[in-house]
């Protein structure tokens, strides 16, 4: 691959946002495709994105904007301090009391239709949440609506499991996975009656999900650093209700890749990093972005960083022909595919 | 939240460790995307929520031998 761009001091996250890269650097946004600027000045408290939106957030409003920069929504509405928005016309906005707990208020086309307190959990969609009765309690959730009217179904982890942050909508069900020290398990139940629809054993990686077609993929291994250790792969298909681990087609060996390191799939290619570690006083490390074609099985490319030697890669994002990888020290490099 | 644990040598603890630790905390650069990174189970993750996490989960998160 060959390096076509470099940006420095990003100290913020890349944003795929709608299939555009967005950069969020020294106060102003940049789609990186069309090189469209937006500056903001010091009144914005906040500049981040919620699902397919950017959103600036001052004292006295909200503004909602879409990939290409452009203003959608502004919401005047005093002391939020975030949103979550599912479209410019239906989100939630979020609030904190005086003793810094948060509550929201829910739109709906833009009208409020009600609040929501003490919320321990996350939102799904603009119909389904799961929330825990407090939080880093594991063991249990509800899977509510966002007001919590409803609830579609509660789920009990047996004695010794606790639930992994993956919860996924895919069709009408809901996925997810718990785990103890031996056992690493993944459910799917209908998501209006939780009646189970299936419930398998995995290999405990975290995954990157594709909702279109039903899979979820991960990549690990350490088998040039520890002998014993397994390069494998796990891809886990919904529609056929089957598990696949293996290892993958390639003649190196992985240093040190972690399936819970940002990991990005575009089509069949799952790209990752591996980050080996370096230590102070000794050259530091190459870090590597490599490519595994979850069809073939086969590990494509795997190319050294040596402008980010002793980093680590924080992010990988594929754009059409274009791959972004930034690193934990805020350096960006483009590479043409 | 997932987050690693750190292990302190407890002979080399200086009375004011904790506080120390506490204050170093606040002085993070943390971002919102490390939040949206490390709080994977909360919805609106903030670099302020984060820091709080961080605090009222210190004794999880830093351990002294």
């Given at each position: 691959?060959?390096?076509?761009?470099?940006i420095?001091?990003?100290?913020?996250?890349?944003?795929?946002?709608?299939?555009?890269?967005?950069?969020?650097?020294?106060?102003?946004?940049?789609?990186?495709?069309?090189?469209?600027?937006?500056?903001?000045?010091?009144?914005?408290?906040?500049?981040?994105?919620?699902?397919?939106?950017?959103?600036?957030?001052?004292?006295?409003?909200?503004?909602?904007?879409?990939?290409?920069?452009?203003?959608?929504?502004?919401?005047?509405?005093?002391?939020?301090?975030?949103?979550?928005?599912?479209?410019?016309?239906?989100?939630?906005?979020?609030?904190?009391?005086?003793d810094?707990?948060?509550?929201?208020?829910?739109?709906?086309?833009?009208?409020?239709?009600?609040?929501?307190?003490?919320?321990?959990?996350?939102?799904?969609s603009?119909?389904?949440?799961?929330?825990?009765?407090?939080?880093?309690?594991?063991?249990?959730?509800?899977?509510?609506?966002?007001?919590?009217?409803?609830?579609?179904?509660?789920?009990?982890?047996?004695?010794?499991?606790?639930?992994?942050?993956e919860?996924?909508?895919?069709q009408?069900?809901?996925?997810?996975?718990?785990?103890?020290?031996?056992?690493?398990?993944?459910?799917?139940?209908?998501?209006?009656?939780?009646?189970?629809?299936?419930?398998?054993?995995?290999?405990?990686?975290?995954?990157?999900?594709?909702?279109?077609?039903?899979?979820?993929?991960?990549i690990w291994?350490?088998?040039?650093?520890?002998?014993?250790?397994?390069?494998?792969?796990?891809?886990?298909?919904?529609?056929?209700?089957?598990?696949?681990?293996?290892?993958?087609?390639?003649?190196?060996?992985?240093?040190?890749?972690?399936?819970?390191?940002?990991?990005?799939l575009?089509?069949?290619?799952?790209?990752f990093?591996?980050?080996?570690?370096?230590?102070?006083?000794?050259?530091?490390?190459?870090?590597?972005?490599?490519?595994?074609?979850?069809?073939?099985?086969?590990?494509?490319?795997?190319?050294?960083?040596?402008?980010?030697?002793?980093?680590?890669?924080?992010?990988?994002?594929?754009?059409?022909?274009?791959?972004?990888?930034?690193?934990?020290?805020?350096?960006?490099?483009?590479?043409?595919? | 939240?997932?987050?690693?644990?750190?292990?302190?040598?407890g002979?080399?603890?200086?009375?004011?460790?904790k506080?120390?630790?506490?204050?170093?905390?606040?002085?993070?650069?943390?971002?919102?995307?490390?939040?949206?990174?490390f709080?994977?189970?909360?919805?609106?993750?903030?670099?302020?929520?984060?820091?709080?996490?961080?605090?009222?989960?210190?004794?999880?998160?830093?351990?002294?031998?």
């Amino acid at each position: 691959m060959k390096i076509i761009d470099e940006i420095h001091n990003i100290n913020n996250g890349i944003w795929n946002i709608n299939g555009n890269v967005v950069v969020n650097k020294e106060r102003s946004l940049i789609n990186l495709g069309t090189k469209k600027v937006l500056k903001y000045d010091e009144e914005i408290k906040r500049c981040f994105y919620s699902n397919d939106y950017l959103f600036l957030l001052k004292d006295d409003g909200i503004s909602i904007l879409d990939e290409n920069l452009n203003l959608l929504n502004r919401i005047d509405k005093n002391n939020a301090v975030g949103i979550s928005i599912f479209d410019q016309e239906n989100y939630a906005i979020w609030f904190e009391n005086e003793d810094e707990e948060e509550y929201f208020d829910l739109y709906s086309n833009a009208e409020l239709i009600g609040k929501g307190n003490f919320f321990y959990g996350k939102f799904l969609s603009k119909n389904y949440c799961y929330r825990f009765r407090k939080r880093k309690d594991l063991q249990h959730f509800r899977l509510t609506d966002l007001l919590d009217n409803k609830t579609y179904f509660e789920y009990q982890c047996e004695e010794g499991y606790e639930l992994a942050s993956e919860f996924y909508i895919w069709q009408d069900t809901l996925v997810f996975k718990y785990f103890n020290e031996d056992n690493s398990i993944l459910e799917q139940r209908d998501i209006k009656t939780g009646k189970i629809i299936w419930k398998t054993n995995i290999q405990g990686s975290r995954f990157i999900f594709d909702e279109k077609r039903g899979l979820l993929a991960s990549i690990w291994g350490k088998s040039g650093m520890y002998a014993d250790s397994k390069d494998q792969y796990q891809i886990i298909n919904l529609n056929t209700q089957t598990v696949e681990i293996g290892s993958p087609l390639k003649d190196f060996n992985f240093t040190q890749v972690e399936s819970h390191m940002e990991t990005f799939l575009y089509d069949s290619k799952l790209y990752f990093s591996d980050n080996p570690f370096s230590y102070a006083g000794e050259e530091p490390n190459p870090i590597y972005v490599g490519c595994f074609d979850i069809e073939s099985k086969k590990v494509d490319f795997i190319q050294a960083i040596p402008e980010m030697a002793g980093s680590q890669v924080a992010q990988i994002i594929r754009n059409g022909e274009k791959l972004y990888v930034r690193s934990s020290n805020g350096d960006l490099i483009v590479y043409d595919i | 939240m997932c987050l690693n644990k750190w292990m302190f040598n407890g002979a080399k603890n200086p009375p004011d460790f904790k506080q120390n630790m506490k204050k170093a905390i606040d002085n993070l650069p943390l971002t919102d995307d490390m939040a949206k990174k490390f709080l994977k189970d909360v919805e609106n993750p903030t670099a302020s929520k984060l820091k709080k996490y961080l605090k009222e989960d210190f004794d999880e998160i830093f351990k002294l031998k």
